[in-house]
Nanobody, 121 residues
Framework: QVQLVESGGGLVQAEGSLRLSCVAS????????MAWYRQASGKQRELVTR???????NYADSVKGRFTISRDNAKNSVYLQMNSLKPEDTAVYYC???????????????WGQGTLVTVSS
């Protein structure tokens, strides 16, 4: 039993900033990779950024230099700091985590409910 609880979405002006949070809770052995995806209306869901348990990160070209992903392993949390927001960043943002339910089980993918980010022009 694993749940991802997201927060931080909202309405911001272009060039503004927003910080998203995601916390994994429930019964599990370990949280491995964590990531943020987004899906704009009428568009495919895309990977925004990913971070390993050790802190290695990757970013989509569209957000490099503007977004920063980080995590707190003690809190089983991942964060997304979004700066210099553009209208094209408007989307539902989803937290994703690769979770090891028990010591000897296979990892499973878990999704958050999604949080809406709207950037006005």
């Amino acid at each position: 039993q694993v749940q991802l609880v997201e927060s931080g979405g909202g309405l911001v002006q272009a060039e503004g900033s927003l910080r998203l949070s995601c916390v994994a809770s429930g019964s599990f052995f370990m949280v491995n990779d964590m990531a943020w995806y987004r899906q704009a209306s009428g568009k495919q869901r895309e990977l925004v950024t990913r971070i390993t348990r050790g802190g290695t990160t990757n970013y989509a070209d569209s957000v490099k230099g503007r977004f920063t992903i980080s995590r707190d392993n003690a809190k089983n949390s991942v964060y997304l700091q979004m700066n210099s927001l553009k209208p094209e960043d408007t989307a539902v943002y989803y937290c994703n985590a690769n979770v090891l339910p028990t010591r000897f089980s296979r990892s499973i993918g878990v999704w958050g409910q999604g949080t809406l980010v709207t950037v006005s022009s």
